[in-house]
């Protein structure tokens, strides 16, 4: 075999859809020259795992670099095992497109190189965003940029310099920063975010209300609708962090206000560039220009439920958009048709995951959106490890289309199964009744026999009909905490006579009725069609049965509290009676 | 409100579709007069949730009968909350389909009674096969068909009378039953199955040789292939379980050899039955008769994978088609398109799942059926969770059709959250190609960058394109019984030199070469093309690399085992070197 006549394969990039695509395309040509340039010493690198590395999860930054059988992935591996040239701390500077030729530049020496190409893959990966914000340059303060960053704050942490940190930015990366900084070396950690909820546009509101409250739990403070205006400094050092209503004081900050692609190098060499400055590619990941293909944090994807293209820059589909380049360069017609945003992330003791779109993501694209938000138990109620978890999914009322779902619960892969099974359906365009009976597996220690995913469309489906009312979440808690804002509206609390009774109690019975469910069939004529009932169980599901008798005996004037007091609870309240 | 106008809903049958479809029709149509019959006295419980109930994961039968908000649900229950007259111990006897009576007796009294109907359900269920041998009627031998019977094992047990168990039958409710016996209650449990291994037609054999290996394991005698030939006793009550090869002691037998449908009523009432005994619905659970309907066991579904009609006796379906029942009844056009066969078991410390086809009922059907058999990290291979499971997925190699995917790993939910989003797809027609980029939702608490359910698909795909020549689990173990059986394989393991080693000391150089994986490009030449080499690694992944290389220097002489050393290990051989 003669490396020498094959194809010379050239890829400029080298932690996730690089790597993949340089080995994938080197198994289907063996002959292929393949050379993956990066101006990185380190490649190929898990960079989702850095927050398990800086908590001390994952102990050694090499684990991150390794494969699963515990081989380092560095330039001898790539060699070695993979027969791939992997040229690191080496910076591409300009392609000549016409002439098929990279202008790299030797970082350590500078000395530059041209290299040719038959074919070329810009996998540049993008930048974190740095706020204009003065401060930025101080020592102390981070973005996530890469593994030589989480070093250096992990050895700063180990070596008890941080006792004070400050996170910017609730999105994923922003709070798994929090938790690592908070959970194994207790750091006194916030978590500032300029919008009001946290995990904005990926999750609506109630599910990011239980996560915060999760957070606080855990002892991060956490500030929604605070951006940071001033990162502050002694003698070249962060000091503090400056919201617009408090100063925080820090001696790390770490700046996880989400990702830009980095796409300067296809800007420059003409390529097309989207208008949020993503590398634009087609389904089998080629640029604009058929030998230049393109994949991972640098370019945008079309959204399989809007048909619009968006950013999403994650190392799993930087892996499948590199494996169908490595295909179409060795002639192979893979596709990549696009993506659905599924997304999950522990934090501490929970997890919460989301595919597709959110309420106020559909609503913003014009869709007929509405909720179906549920609190339902996870496995056989009677199974001993059973526990509540919350799901919210999104549908069009016009179409009933299921646009999203979303999942809060205790850590463990549950909310990850029905994420999963969720995302493979609402991209094919799946209703509410698809989804309805959508055959999840069975056994009382995994799954209800209504399964929660069933049991979320089941409720789709009664308010799609207008079988079923309901409040926001948002509209009950406003109202408990200023009755006024809605002075016509009475609970009708249906739970156990034990557990209404304190509120009862505490609010009185002119803003508190109790009625056990089994007994309103009995005693409906005690209710009156004056005030609008807000009706109030665990999870909601008893609620609607009572709306639906109510109605019937034309008491019309009811609403239910989508998802009940398991979701409100863990929103966590201070009008809660002990 | 007046119920006495009413349409009249009668239902026969009061364990899972029927409550559900008496609830939903219910809510529907308040003013409807919705009536259950059932022979028990005990109804509407869960009845997957009876080994847990023997083993003593659930302390007390009733909750088995509970909501989650902790009510029994008993007659007073559907009256009081439901609104629905529950009539227990009592028996339907015919029905006069012309004149819409169901004719019942109160099993108490003997006394009869006719109902009216406007429209009827049949959730008649299923019964227990029971094996035409003798001993059958010996006291001590149960089926597990109803929660008596349940009570009465339990009872038994914890009274301390049972020290031997044999459990007749290895599927589902044979292993869950064998677990309940040995692990809490330490009853010396035997497992025996006519077939040749665990599970038959729902998992294949490398998945279900795993779970033999692990019930051995933890104490249960597995013997398969033996049928059970007699029940032998002594004064009326069982002292033995006498097979094709030997004879069993026991105090206990359970025989769970499977289930038949309850379809006598609806035959003697003039209702197309089909082959196998089923009731015949059409897609709104309609039977022959367009005013009686029938869900749950007793019926027949179309399998969403096959097309065909097939038996899915499971308490998910049932009450799946008991919603819609319910929906048609009150004159929603609601459909149940059919199933894919998902299943899901725990077994002590690990659980098997699989949803669609397996390779031996894909080939019965005619595919052109093959599998691709992989043995991933559950999660990303550098977090301390990690874990290795088994995934097999079945695909046409004609169409690039999946048709079903098995998987096998610890006790939690990441099997079913792979299982469960298989069974989105594989009942709209996905191919290879589309598991290959479901968007499965990554952190690395959670999955692999690269999933493992795309990572099947990948090995499908390879397997598919003819990239990759793999040998069978089961000839790579007959082989390492005897190596003449195969006497030009030799094996090429590329796992490190710490692990080969003793293989090759024990199995000699000639059986054993050992390359590494990442010194196979340098030193292919000491290879030859005399024998067919069998390439070994821990998860397959590797051998397919270095197949793919060996391909290209003209070394077309290899087989990867698929799975690898990992699917090896967990099936449990006699001659793994220490």
Redesign the interface.
């Known amino acids: 075999?003669s490396e020498k006549n094959g194809a010379k394969i050239v890829i400029i990039g080298g932690v996730?859809a690089g790597p993949k695509a340089a080995?994938r395309v080197k198994?289907?040509m063996?002959?292929a020259q393949v050379t993956i340039i990066d101006e990185d010493s380190l490649i190929s690198y898990?960079g989702?795992?850095i927050p398990?590395y800086v908590s001390g999860?994952?102990s050694d930054e090499s684990?991150?670099r390794?494969?699963?059988?515990h081989?380092v992935r560095n330039e001898n591996?790539f060699k070695?095992?993979?027969?791939v040239d992997a040229l690191t701390r080496t910076r591409a500077l300009s392609i000549d497109r016409k002439n098929k030729i990279v202008l790299v530049e030797h970082v350590e020496t500078g000395a530059q190189q041209s290299i040719a190409y038959d074919k070329l893959m810009l996998a540049t990966g993008s930048r974190p965003f740095v706020l204009p914000i003065p401060g930025v340059e101080l020592d102390g303060v981070f973005t996530i940029s890469n593994l030589h960053k989480a070093i250096e704050i992990k050895k700063r942490i180990a070596g008890g310099k941080v006792s004070r940190a400050v996170v910017i930015g609730g999105g994923?990366i922003g709070v798994?920063m929090a938790e690592a900084l908070t959970d194994l070396w207790g750091v006194e950690t916030t978590l500032v975010e300029f919008m009001p909820q946290l995990l904005p546009r990926i999750v609506d509101f109630p599910m990011a209300a239980m996560l915060a409250s999760h957070l606080r739990e855990k002892g991060v403070a956490v500030h929604l609708g605070e951006g940071a205006a001033e990162i502050v400094g002694e003698e070249g050092k962060v000091t503090a962090v400056r919201t617009s209503a408090r100063t925080i004081e820090a001696d790390l900050v770490i700046m996880a206000a989400g990702v830009r692609p980095r796409s300067e190098l296809a800007r420059d060499s003409g390529l097309q560039i989207s208008p949020m400055g993503a590398i634009v590619v087609n389904e089998r990941m080629q640029t604009s220009d058929p030998f230049i293909y393109a994949a991972g944090d640098c370019i945008e994807v079309r959204h399989l439920v809007s048909g619009k293209k968006f950013y999403a820059p994650?190392?799993?589909?930087?892996?499948?958009e590199g494996?169908?380049v490595g295909d179409n360069m060795a002639g192979?017609p893979?596709?990549?048709?696009g993506?659905?945003?599924?997304?999950?992330?522990?934090a501490f003791d929970v997890?919460i995951?989301?595919?597709g779109l959110s309420l106020d993501v559909a609503l913003a694209e014009g869709y007929d959106a509405d909720v179906a938000l549920t609190a339902?138990?996870d496995r056989?109620?009677?199974?001993?490890t059973v526990d509540n978890v919350v799901f919210q999914m999104v549908f069009d009322r016009r179409t009933r289309r299921v646009l999203g779902l979303q999942g809060f619960g205790p850590?463990?892969?549950?909310i990850?199964?029905?994420?999963?099974?969720?995302?493979?359906?609402v991209?094919?365009g799946a209703t509410i009744?698809d989804f309805?009976?959508?055959?999840?597996?069975?056994?009382?220690?995994?799954?209800a026999?209504?399964?929660s995913i069933?049991a979320a469309a089941?409720v789709a489906d009664n308010i799609c009909?207008g079988?079923l009312r309901k409040i926001p979440v948002i509209s009950f808690l406003l109202w408990m905490e200023d009755f006024s804002t809605q002075p016509d509206w009475i609970a009708l609390d249906i739970?156990?006579l034990k557990e209404t009774g304190p509120f009862v109690e505490k609010f009185g019975s002119e803003r508190w009725l109790a009625v056990p469910?089994?007994?309103v069939?009995?005693r409906y004529r005690e209710l009156s069609a004056d005030k609008t009932m807000i009706i109030l169980?665990?999870?909601g599901t008893?609620s609607?049965?009572i709306q639906?008798?109510l109605?019937?005996?034309?008491l019309r004037n009811s609403q239910v509290l989508s998802g009940g007091f398991n979701v409100v609870r863990r929103i966590g309240v201070d009008w809660y009676p002990e």
Chains 1, 2 share one sequence.
């Open positions: 075999m996730a080995c198994r289907l063996q002959d898990g989702c795992g398990y999860d994952v684990e991150l390794s494969t699963s059988f081989m591996f070695d095992a993979k027969g994923a798994e994650l190392g799993s589909l930087a892996n499948k494996r169908v192979i893979s596709v990549f048709k993506a659905v945003g599924s997304f999950i992330m522990k997890c995951g989301a595919t339902p138990s056989a109620h009677f199974f001993p850590m463990g892969d549950g990850s199964a029905r994420i999963d099974a969720a995302a493979a359906l991209g094919t009744d309805g009976t959508l055959e999840m597996a069975y056994a009382p220690p995994f799954s026999a209504i399964d069933n089941y009909d079988r739970r156990h469910y089994n007994e069939r009995a169980c665990d999870a008893r609607f049965e639906s008798f109605d019937s005996v034309g």
